[in-house]
């Protein structure tokens, strides 16, 4: 039994399949196009499958869309059209039609997404072989409602039988926050809030009144939001206001925002900045205190969850919940004894949860598999690396030990990227798609973020042998997924000050030899030279591009940005070797490589 999630309603288009196993395959489709998010986000792009992620999920179980048995799209389009029935009467009343041909059109695009596979497949030859169809398809198609999707992306690969769920975005089909309370194979919504009252949306507003880019810089709000004092909350405390019985109200008309944000902003505001103008102490104020109002309006929202639905568990997803800062404090102060989130808790989380909801909650399948690491995406084979290497003659050299040597080169002060198995699933770099630093280095922050193109004041990550974690940061508990910001102990944060953010605070992994041996190897050995069991860990790409997928997009990285070294599976090249050597100067030497292993590769 096969069946494929997919999203592709807003943005963060992606794609899952799974069997009786588990999950075989999950990947986003910006990773494999370049452009970030995969498209705009507007709702008239069903059509615009994740073709290249469809691709290869199917490949990795060398299968076509014949041998499905079922499509999961997280969208229930029905539930759209419903829910602005009324609006849609009121302006035909008025005589205006507008909204009944946009609503239509929603619905149509989005009906039809799964057919679109095979109508509108781009024609490239690669895609013929897993997308044509012999006759009539064979697979069902279910349509799953946004947030139950959400949810099931944060309930059933997380390793509780039970636990209560929240997913909070910026607009599903119509509601914007879910709670809900999970059960062996069973989700059942307790509670929804509906547009226009949106947490997403709220913030949104405050990136686009910043001057940042909505749907794509909240998580520069966030960072931003440490250097300032929450001077402004009370103006926002009258526009999000909390309500009895864990709601809430957003006080801001969505519709009528503009390029500079909201009008109930400004008021309360102030004039807005102008994209591209200086950041001064006001803006950090207001980013410190939107974060604020946020964080308390989520965790008015989970303690009325807890008391609902009891128990010791938290799954979270949708967007909002990628805010590592939020989900500290909800770590903290909600009650909850352990909580999880979705790695892809973006739009691209759906894909998952649609496909694991129908396996579960229709089909009744029994549990059993937990997402335990992100490694999702594809991998490439050390032959495959070579001969890219070698067709476009460039110098490289073979490296037995790359974790020992790699190591040796970050303690000098050298950054290297790190390309190495399966690709990451969510927006963060966990170690297989990433750029490797040295933590003691106090320029290194301003250093990476020169290279990759960031702004000044966006801090980096560390990813920490877990048996130490304990002994750097305050928490005991495995944090894989890089997805809650830690207190860093203050007597070691001049130890490790290139991971330290202006708060105190650090968005930390912990890696284990079981989830990622050859990443735990490297640290082991940065450890033997520095006595740092810990390093710099930061996306590998630059900026306005999406993390690395393919060999061809971590060379066109490594060539266009300022990094001393990269290492592909066990090749490593060098901006040093090439500056003495030549460019196009191939260097095969394969040291403790024997030579019919060598000549097998081709």
């Known amino acids: 039994m096969y069946g494929l999630g997919i999203n592709t309603v807003y943005h963060e288009s992606a794609a899952c399949l799974l069997n009786d196993q588990g999950v075989l395959g999950a990947a986003e489709e910006e990773r494999f196009t370049g452009v970030r998010h995969a498209k705009e986000p507007t709702p008239y792009g069903g059509w615009l499958s994740p073709f290249h992620a469809i691709q290869y999920c199917l490949e990795t179980a060398d299968i076509t869309l014949n041998d499905l048995e079922y499509i999961a799209y997280s969208f229930q389009p029905s539930k759209r059209l419903r829910g602005k029935l009324a609006s849609i009467f009121a302006d035909l009343f008025k005589g205006h ?17 799964p057919t679109f596979l095979t109508e509108v497949t781009p024609r490239k030859k690669e895609f013929r072989k897993r997308f044509l169809m012999a006759g009539k398809a064979k ?10 999707a959400h949810a099931a992306s944060a309930f059933f690969p997380s390793p509780f039988d039970e636990a209560a769920i929240l997913s909070i975005d910026g607009i599903g089909e119509t509601s914007c926050t879910l709670m809900a309370h999970g059960r062996a ?6 509670r929804e809030v509906f547009y226009p009252n949106s947490l997403g949306f709220f913030y949104e507003e405050i990136t686009t009144f910043l001057g940042f880019q909505r749907n794509h810089d909240e998580y520069k709000v966030m960072a931003l939001a440490a250097f300032g004092k929450p001077r402004y909350y009370e103006n926002l405390k009258r526009l999000l206001v909390k309500t009895r019985d864990g709601g809430y109200e957003v006080k801001i008309d969505f519709r009528r925002s503009s390029l500079l944000g909201a009008q109930e ?11 591209g103008a200086a950041l001064n102490e006001r803006h950090a104020d207001i980013a410190a205190s939107a974060q604020k109002i946020l964080e308390d309006t989520v965790l008015h929202i989970v303690s009325w969850l807890r008391k609902s639905c009891g128990g010791e568990n938290l799954c979270i997803a949708g967007g909002v919940a990628l805010n590592c800062v939020l989900t500290e404090h909800i770590r903290q102060e909600s009650g909850f004894k352990h909580v999880w989130v979705q790695p892809a808790a973006n ?7 649609a496909a694991l909801w129908v396996s579960h909650t229709v089909l009744k399948r029994p549990r059993g598999w937990v997402l335990t690491n992100s490694y999702l995406g594809p991998d490439f084979h050390e032959c495959e690396i070579e001969e890219q290497l070698l067709t476009r003659r460039i110098t490289h050299r073979f490296v037995p030990k790359i974790a020992r040597e790699c190591a040796e080169l970050i303690s000098q002060g050298k950054t290297v990227g790190w390309f ?19 933590p003691r280095d106090p320029v290194m922050r301003d250093k990476l973020n020169c290279i990759k193109g960031r702004e000044d004041f966006r801090p980096l990550a560390p990813t920490i042998l877990e048996e130490f974690v304990g002994d750097y940061f305050d928490c005991v508990e495995p944090s894989p997924f890089m997805l809650f910001a830690r207190r860093v102990k203050p007597h070691q944060r001049e130890r490790i000050p290139a991971v330290v953010h202006v708060d105190g605070s650090a968005r930390v992994q912990t ?40 060999v061809e997009q971590a060379i066109d990285c490594f060539y266009n940005s300022g990094l001393d070294y990269l290492a592909l599976g066990p090749f490593l090249l060098s901006k040093e070797l090439n500056e003495t050597r030549g460019r196009f100067e191939v260097d095969v030497r394969r040291e403790d490589l024997d030579l019919q292993e060598h000549s097998s590769c081709h």
């Open 347 to 353: 739009d691209a989380g759906t894909a998952m949860g």
């Open 97 to 113: 039609t507008t909204r009944l041909e946009r609503e239509l059109a929603y619905w149509y695009f989005n009906t039809h997404a």
């Open 265 to 275: 902003l400004h008021k309360e505001l102030g004039p807005p900045r102008l994209w």
């Open 185 to 190: 194979i069973g989700i059942k919504p307790v």
């Open 139 to 148: 697979w069902k198609v279910y349509f799953v409602e946004h947030h139950l």
């Open 420 to 438: 190495q198995g399966r690709m990451e699933w969510g927006p963060r770099a966990l170690g297989n798609r990433s750029i490797l630093a040295d």
């Open 511 to 550: 890696v284990t030899s079981k989830d990622n041996p050859l990443l735990h190897e490297l640290i082991v050995e940065f450890q033997k030279i520095t006595g740092i069991p810990l390093i710099v860990n930061t996306s590998l790409n630059y900026r306005g591009k999406p993390i690395v997928c393919t």
